[in-house]
């Protein structure tokens, strides 16, 4: 039986029961982050319009948004798998709380950038040590924690232009500050959530012999580092596939409908929010399932199973363009909690750099998707777009070149 003797190896793994009220609570706090988040894009109208804004000038808030959110998760995840830091949720919301301020304020494009650039970091701390906080409260079942993890974000990505709609566009600029009120209600459940942390570290710290796996034993498994790194390449190129395509639908979906099927706008989007609620189920269900069956599998179904339905759905009527989306929209985001924790067995005792580098790839995927498929629906049309974007799952194919992982830990865990 192995004793876990640094303290990033402390940090990611526990045998204590699964925590639900830690769980429940950071989910919560990324409903009320994402949510945050999303409000900027939807306020764009208001900054064109006050500001005499021209397109380039969106391009770079989203830009800017988008660089400090993304690109800086991987290195605050190194940072604390090394130096663990329990209270850095509380103190990285409190930049969000300043972002939204200064929003509301802004009295020029310079401080719109530096408003968003806050928003972002804020983000950028939010992800990865949330993540590791889920793998620690999951008691073992580390796909539900991240599932139940991932679905608050969803939740929160939908609800945030809901609100701007209901909110900021009828109050105009000033009124983004009411959303300071979600940011410090986040600061006080994560203050709560750091002081447990706290406690975990420190109960460890002092009590060695309880410093072992969830499982009783070494969990991991040890592969050599090229080949890691080639799982790595693998999952990476899977998590381009799904977000390319999921962001095909929930930046474009509405024109598509309006431009194919002479819907209303009203309708159009009440067709995107059904597909984002089947984005969120499909979260939620992705990881207990990799948990029971074995993520590998789940990212096989995840991925390459998709496909079917996103070849058909550019030659669909209207009736079963809405029943392909959501079946595309339940069967692709369910891959996302398995790719993470599986990269997190992957390479054990960095589960902050991990979760930070596969956070920000969803965000960064996200963002160049957008823009990219933005410029071909210019070039040519957006029902060309969705007939090229119906192939990204065969990308799904990779997955036959990852280890498998988990029989051999079965065989670590029984021989111990």
């Known amino acids: 039986m192995k004793y876990y003797t640094t303290l990033q190896e402390v940090s990611a ?15 919560v706090c990324h409903l009320l982050n994402d949510m945050m988040q999303s409000v900027i894009p939807a306020v764009y109208p208001i900054f064109k ?8 000038q969106i391009g770079l808030i989203t830009l800017t948004s988008q660089l400090t ?9 190194l940072y604390t798998d090394h130096r663990p830091k329990p209270y850095s949720l509380p103190i990285g919301m409190g930049f969000t709380l300043l972002g939204l301020l200064l929003l509301a304020i802004a009295p020029g494009f310079a401080a719109i950038l530096a408003a968003v650039a806050l928003v972002g970091v804020g983000s950028s701390v939010f992800h990865p040590e949330s993540a590791r906080i889920a793998r620690m409260a999951s008691g073992g079942q580390y796909g539900l924690a991240q599932s139940l ?26 009124s983004i500050a009411w959303f300071s009120a979600a940011a410090l209600l986040s600061i006080v459940i994560l203050t709560r959530v750091g002081a447990w942390y706290a406690a975990q570290l420190n109960a ?41 395509y999921l962001v095909s639908l929930t930046s474009y979906y509405t024109f598509y409908l309006i431009d194919k099927f002479h819907l209303s706008v009203r309708s159009a989007q009440i067709h995107l929010f059904v597909f984002l609620g089947a984005v969120a189920v499909g979260t939620l269900v992705g990881g207990p399932v990799g948990d029971r069956i ?66 920000g790839l969803a965000f960064g995927m996200g963002g160049i998707g957008a823009a990219l498929l933005g410029k071909l629906a210019d070039l040519t049309t957006i029902a060309f777009v969705y007939r090229v974007c119906s192939f990204l799952p065969m990308i799904g194919l990779l997955t036959a070149f990852l280890p498998n992982l988990e029989p051999a830990m079965r065989r670590r865990r029984q021989a111990a």
């Open 13 to 27: 793994e526990t045998r204590i029961p699964t925590v639900f009220r830690i769980l429940g609570a950071i989910s």
């Open 49 to 56: 319009s006050s500001y005499g804004l021209d397109f380039g």
């Open 69 to 77: 959110a993304s690109l800086l998760q991987p290195v605050v995840g």
């Open 149 to 174: 993890f991932g679905v608050g974000g969803n939740a929160g990505s939908a609800l945030g232009p809901l609100l701007a709609a209901f909110v900021v566009l009828p109050g105009g600029q000033r």
């Open 204 to 244: 460890r710290a002092h009590h060695p012999a309880g410093l072992i796996d969830a499982h009783g034993g070494d969990s991991h498994v040890r592969l050599p580092p090229k080949k890691i790194a080639g799982a790595m390449v693998v999952l990476i190129a899977l998590i381009f596939s799904k977000y390319f």
């Open 294 to 359: 074995g993520r590998k599998y789940v990212i096989w179904c995840s991925i390459l199973g998709a496909l079917p339905f996103t070849l058909l759905l550019p030659s669909a009527n209207l009736f079963w363009t809405g029943i392909l989306t959501v079946v595309i929209g339940l069967v692709l985001s369910s891959a996302f909690s398995a790719i993470l924790v599986y990269a997190q067995e992957l390479i054990p005792g960095k589960v902050g750099a991990i979760s930070g580098l596969f956070f």
